[in-house]
């Protein structure tokens, strides 16, 4: 029998959450709030108190199931099978009676299905205690933005100190992070932004920003060891125009809305371009690991990257937080206080 299974003093059978039963790109129309039954947790499992999650670009593709490949990796192909949210953090309530190294009553912060709820099951893979500095709030921003980041410029841009790093889109979710985790790893460091956003990439410590409404990073005048295009669409032919014969250039955001691939046939075709040049142009997925969540919480605990979060929301309102995200308005990350 499980943990979940048996009756714990004190816990409630139910809870307040986040749900969807149908694949929308609306959120105010798609998402609701119910009570539902707690998760059942297996004995490898975790059960946590979500104290807050938050909102990211993946967030509005699994709610949409857009674009359709979304659907055929396992996250339902004619509805959901899963609630939205991923990233959280909060206290674990109860352990599962094979799992070593975490116990209730911890805070922890990490990446589930349907974080946007009371409670959630959490896989002590991906899963991690949260940074002893920050707010269940500021932990939750980190997860799946951090990691994405983290990996953008560690692994796939093997950014090295004293290189010459653009971040395209650096006040978003993903963006903010490279940023800060670029300069950690001794980069000078250029942020990309629009014109209301400009202050915020200046906090985040880079070294020069561009506003992209009156300056062309692509124009040639200056050319990066390491491009991270976290934003934007520009053309592969202008991204290699801004890069050194050597650099590399790590495409993980930039969506067309289109339905079929989003704009992903763009990564596809730098993946396919690179074997032929000189220059590295690739794309990635995340690992959701506990590894490089152990690796964000020491950067964040030495005072190298703090969470730029910039709005909070209650959990009744998600749909107006992942409206004000794809809006465009979100200069940094967005909260759901649970």
């Known amino acids: 029998m499980t943990e979940a299974a048996r009756a714990t003093p004190g816990r409630p059978r139910t809870m307040t959450a986040v749900v969807q039963d149908e694949y929308d790109s609306d959120p105010e129309r798609v998402l609701r709030v119910a009570e539902t039954a707690l998760p059942a947790f297996a004995d490898d499992e975790v059960l946590v108190r979500v104290r807050a999650a938050s909102v990211d670009r993946g967030t509005w593709h699994l709610m949409a199931g857009l674009p359709y490949p979304i659907r055929l990796a396992g996250f339902g192909v004619r509805r959901p099978k899963h609630n939205p949210g991923r990233s959280f ?85 993903v963006g903010t992070f490279a940023v800060q985790i670029a300069k950690a790893f001794g980069a000078r460091v250029t942020g990309v932004c629009s014109t209301a956003k400009l202050d915020v990439v200046r906090a985040l410590g880079a070294d020069h920003v561009i506003d992209y409404t009156s300056e062309d990073f692509a124009s040639g005048a200056h050319r990066y060891d390491a491009i991270l295009d976290t934003g934007g669409n520009r053309r592969l032919s202008h991204l290699r125009r801004a890069l050194t014969p050597s650099g590399r250039l790590v495409i993980v955001g930039g969506e067309t809305g289109g339905r079929l691939l989003g704009g992903f046939d763009r990564q596809l075709r730098a993946t396919a371009l690179s074997p032929f040049i000189s220059q590295t142009l690739g794309t990635f997925v995340a690992s959701e690991n506990a590894g490089d969540l152990l690796a964000l919480a020491r950067l964040i605990e030495a005072g190298q990257v703090t969470p730029a979060v910039e709005r909070t929301y209650p959990l009744a309102d998600v749909a107006a937080a992942i409206r004000h995200l794809l809006d465009g308005r979100a200069r940094g990350k967005v909260v759901v206080e649970v």
């Open 89 to 173: 953090a909060g206290t674990v309530d109860a352990v599962g009676s094979r799992v070593r190294g975490f116990t209730p009553g911890e805070d922890v912060f990490g990446v589930c299905e349907g974080s946007f709820a009371e409670y959630v099951k959490a896989s002590t893979e991906k899963l991690a205690p949260m940074p002893a500095n920050l707010s269940f709030g500021e932990s939750a921003a980190v997860p799946v933005s951090g990691l994405t980041a983290l990996q953008a410029v560690r692994d796939h841009a093997r950014v090295q100190p004293g290189e010459e790093v653009l971040v395209i889109g650096a006040s978003g979710g």
